[in-house]
């Protein structure tokens, strides 16, 4: 059985280090898609705008759109990385119980083998 706990130990390493490579890709790509998003915005509003009549007020509005389209894309990547890490934490939890569970069988059926 000490066989079976040690496959079972190597593949709950193998997850939580998927978990954890995981959690860290979608951390760098959300916090990238903001800086990206920050950047093209910026670009976009020093392109030129007229500074007197309607082209001030577009630039005006423009960048507001783009300040508002950042500010939630950031809102949504905080609360996603957020929801991200709640979810791999149960995983992580889930796994020690079935290793925990796997355990106690082993030895269920160890302690049944020595009474035969």
């Not at 392109?47 to 939630?72: I, R, Y």
Request: proline share 1%; net charge negative.
């Amino acid at each position: 059985m000490e066989k079976g706990m040690e496959f079972f130990d190597s593949w709950v390493k193998s997850q939580k280090e998927f978990l954890e490579t995981w959690l860290k890709s979608q951390k760098e790509f959300l916090t990238n898609w903001t800086e990206s998003m920050k950047k093209m915005q910026e670009s976009l509003t020093n392109l030129g705008v007229s500074q007197e009549g309607p082209g001030k007020e577009m630039g005006n509005l423009f960048s507001a759109l783009f300040t508002n389209m950042t500010n939630s894309a950031k809102a949504f990547s905080d609360e996603a990385l957020k929801m991200q890490e709640t979810w791999k934490i149960t995983v992580e939890k889930q796994m020690e119980m079935g290793r925990e569970m796997a355990r106690n069988f082993s030895n269920l059926f160890e302690q049944t083998a020595e009474k035969k």
